[in-house]
């Protein structure tokens, strides 16, 4: 790391009285230096964070350690993930009296202003503490834990130590509560095992909502019990989930503090349901089954009775299925309905989310359609200015951005890139990182602002490989955008601890884009994107 950023850190520290006496400050005074802050390469970067002098080495007599009941899932996570490679036995347990040769996840006694998820992680030469108020922050905390660790601990087979924690004081909370990442099942069906990774690599960098657009012109999946067709004739080749592997994506994200949130895209992008009941389409004819990568070419019937039967049955199953508060609702690109016929469709679907006791979320263009203010939209133009965003931000909308030139993660790095799209331009992992999603929209104010969303379309994507292409090493880009304060937030100092996940996701067997402007470790910079 740089020296900038080192000074950064302990400035950081100081500024809010948090100096450790007795531990690496005052130490590294008397030695004539300050503790190096080399191995803390965490992303996103915690919100302040101090290296000491102590360390501590997790052994075969290491215990992990938990107090409160929601601290239990969180430890037995954190033995799940360091017992393969350490070929450890860190048992879990409640505190015992030695408290030596701990690492201590806690829900006592954290102050309240870490909030919901944020946590403190300190290292002595004795041990490793995780202190938080709830257990979502104990979840984020054992992610930053993992990256202090050397990259070899990601291995799912036994490795070489020395496991050493390096000495670090670390206090740290999110800038938003909503940090978003999506994933396109509708173009391409990724399976459940490929969408548990998916939801890991999120996990791994605090990102705590999981958008899934489910249903679009190529694909419906999800089994609606009510519309079976929808399913067995929409999901085409590709595929659906049953209910039963539906609600297990769901406890697997709420096992890693993420809240998944369903989209049924409508009324435009839906070819595969009006393919699947002919009722649905004003003609009465159901359409053909479709797999190309137009859109704005399909709609719901507005006028028809059975839409609204129809999508309140759809709505109805989907509430029941995910515990989260929020149900999206696409309303993107319906290019067939007139301007009144989209806003007599989305009157009566927005009450039907609201109905079922959800909140409504739908892309921008929903605001066309003069919403309850509880709808939360989400930004996809690329365009600083949008009237209609800094209206809806002055009527009270809350405000997801996920400006396509900069967080669509399937947009190609450069013209070199094979996968992916290019409507807005190109995304190099720079572009990705320097934007503010605070400011980004002119005369949009951050208090409307509920977080960064990086959707990840899958049109050009057929492998869970090609995913992890687009998605490494933007995703942790994004991440630290909706975690790291903004006035944290430097791509030189971001690069260079970038470059230090390389390692782990080559352990991980990650298929990730080299971007030249990343200083990856053994590799020369090119000068390229
Ligand atoms: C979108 O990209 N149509 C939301």
């Given at each position: 790391?740089?020296?900038?950023?080192?000074?950064?850190?302990?400035?950081?520290?100081?500024?809010?009285?948090?100096?450790?006496?007795?531990?690496?400050?005052?130490?590294?005074?008397?030695?004539?230096?300050?503790?190096?802050?080399?191995?803390?390469?965490?992303?996103?970067?915690?919100?302040?964070?101090?290296?000491?002098?102590?360390?501590?080495?997790?052994?075969?007599?290491?215990?992990?350690?938990?107090?409160?009941?929601?601290?239990?899932?969180?430890?037995?996570?954190?033995?799940?993930?360091?017992?393969?490679?350490?070929?450890?036995?860190?048992?879990?347990?409640?505190?015992?009296?030695?408290?030596?040769?701990?690492?201590?996840?806690?829900?006592?006694?954290?102050?309240?202003?870490?909030?919901?998820?944020?946590?403190?992680?300190?290292?002595?030469?004795?041990?490793v503490?995780?202190?938080?108020?709830?257990?979502?922050?104990?979840?984020?905390?054992?992610?930053?834990?993992?990256q202090?660790?050397?990259?070899?601990?990601?291995?799912?087979?036994?490795?070489?130590?020395?496991?050493?924690?390096?000495?670090?004081?670390?206090?740290?909370?999110?800038?938003?509560?909503?940090?978003?990442?999506?994933?396109?099942?509708?173009?391409?069906?990724?399976?459940?095992?490929?969408?548990?990774?998916?939801?890991?690599?999120?996990?791994?960098?605090?990102?705590?909502?999981?958008?899934?657009?489910?249903?679009d012109?190529?694909?419906?999946?999800?089994?609606?019990?009510?519309?079976?067709?929808?399913?067995?004739?929409?999901?085409?080749?590709?595929?659906?989930?049953?209910?039963?592997?539906?609600?297990?994506?769901?406890?697997?994200?709420?096992?890693?503090?993420?809240?998944?949130?369903?989209?049924?895209?409508?009324?435009?992008?839906?070819?595969?349901?009006?393919?699947?009941?002919?009722?649905?389409?004003?003609?009465?004819?159901?359409?053909?089954?479709?797999?190309?990568?137009?859109?704005?070419?399909?709609?719901?019937?507005?006028?028809?009775?059975?839409?609204?039967?129809?999508?309140?049955?759809?709505?109805?199953?989907?509430?029941?299925?995910?515990?989260?508060?929020?149900?999206?609702?696409?309303?993107?690109?319906?290019?067939?309905?007139?301007?009144?016929?989209?806003?007599?469709?989305?009157?009566?679907?927005?009450?039907?989310?609201?109905?079922?006791?959800?909140?409504p979320?739908?892309?921008?263009?929903?605001?066309?359609?003069?919403?309850?203010?509880?709808?939360?939209?989400?930004?996809?133009?690329?365009?600083?200015?949008?009237?209609?965003?800094?209206?809806?931000?002055?009527?009270?909308?809350?405000?997801?951005m996920?400006?396509?030139?900069?967080?669509?993660?399937?947009?190609?790095?450069?013209?070199?890139?094979?996968?992916?799209?290019?409507?807005?331009?190109?995304?190099?992992?720079?572009?990705?990182?320097?934007?503010?999603?605070?400011?980004y929209?002119?005369?949009?104010?951050?208090?409307?602002?509920?977080?960064?969303?990086?959707?990840?379309?899958?049109?050009?994507?057929?492998?869970?490989?090609?995913?992890?292409?687009?998605l490494?090493?933007?995703?942790?880009?994004?991440?630290?955008?909706?975690?790291?304060?903004?006035?944290?937030?430097?791509?030189?100092?971001?690069s260079?601890?970038?470059?230090?996940q390389?390692?782990?996701?080559?352990?991980?067997?990650v298929?990730f884009?080299?971007?030249?402007?990343?200083?990856?470790p053994?590799?020369?910079?090119?000068?390229?994107?």
């Open positions: 790391m740089t020296s900038v950023s080192r000074r950064q850190a302990l400035r950081s520290i100081a500024g809010t009285g948090l100096l450790w006496a007795g531990t690496g400050a005052s130490r590294a005074q008397r030695d004539g230096g300050a503790p190096s802050d080399d191995a803390l390469t965490v992303v996103p970067r915690p919100a302040e964070m101090a290296p000491t002098r102590a360390a501590y080495e997790i052994t075969d007599e290491t215990t992990i350690m938990f107090d409160g009941s929601g601290a239990f899932h969180v430890a037995t996570a954190l033995a799940d993930l360091l017992r393969p490679a350490t070929g450890f036995e860190l048992p879990v347990d409640r505190p015992t009296g030695s408290g030596t040769d701990t690492i201590s996840l806690t829900l006592d006694g954290a102050p309240p202003t870490l909030g919901d998820e944020g946590y403190r992680l300190g290292v002595t030469d004795s041990g503490t995780i202190r938080a108020a709830e257990p979502a922050g104990l979840f984020w905390g054992v992610q930053t834990l993992r202090l660790l050397p990259p070899s601990v990601e291995a799912d087979s036994e490795r070489a130590g020395p496991w050493t924690v390096p000495g670090v004081q670390i206090r740290d909370a999110p800038r938003f509560d909503y940090r978003g990442v999506h994933l396109d099942v509708a173009r391409h069906f990724f399976d459940v095992d490929a969408v548990k990774q998916y939801i890991d690599y999120l996990a791994a960098y605090k990102i705590n909502h999981f958008h899934m657009h489910l249903t012109d190529q694909g419906w999946r999800l089994m609606i019990e009510s519309w079976p067709r929808l399913a067995t004739v929409g999901g085409g080749e590709g595929g659906y989930y049953t209910q039963a592997e539906f609600r297990d994506l769901v406890r697997y994200a709420a096992d890693r503090s993420i809240t998944l949130v369903p989209e049924i895209d409508v009324p435009g992008h839906t070819n595969a349901a009006l393919a699947s009941y002919g009722e649905l389409n004003c003609d009465g004819q159901p359409t053909d089954l479709y797999t190309g990568t137009e859109v704005g070419f399909s709609s719901l019937c507005v006028d028809r009775e059975e839409t609204y039967e129809f999508f309140d049955d759809v709505i109805r199953e989907v509430a029941a299925l995910t515990p989260g508060p929020y149900v999206h609702i696409g309303g993107d690109e319906a290019e067939e309905l007139s301007e009144a016929e989209y806003a007599q469709f989305m009157d009566r679907a927005v009450a039907i989310v609201q109905n079922y006791g959800k909140r979320v739908g892309w921008y263009q929903v605001l066309n359609a003069d919403p309850p203010e509880s709808t939360v939209a989400q930004y996809w133009n690329p365009s600083r200015e949008s009237s209609l965003l800094e209206a809806a931000a002055d009527a009270g909308h809350e405000l997801l996920s400006p396509g030139s900069r967080a669509f993660l399937d947009i190609k790095y450069n013209e070199g890139t094979e996968l992916g799209l290019s409507w807005p331009g190109f995304t190099s992992v720079r572009d990705a990182y320097t934007w503010d999603p605070g400011a929209v002119d005369g949009v104010d951050e208090s409307a602002v509920m977080g960064p969303e990086a959707p990840l379309w899958s049109e050009t994507l057929e492998t869970f490989d090609d995913v992890e292409f687009m490494f090493p933007r995703l942790p880009a994004i991440a630290e955008l909706g975690w790291s304060p903004a006035d944290e937030t430097d791509w030189s100092d971001f260079e601890r970038l470059a230090a390389g390692p782990r996701w080559d352990i991980l067997d298929n884009y080299r971007s030249p402007q990343v200083p990856w053994g590799g020369e910079r090119s000068g390229g994107i």
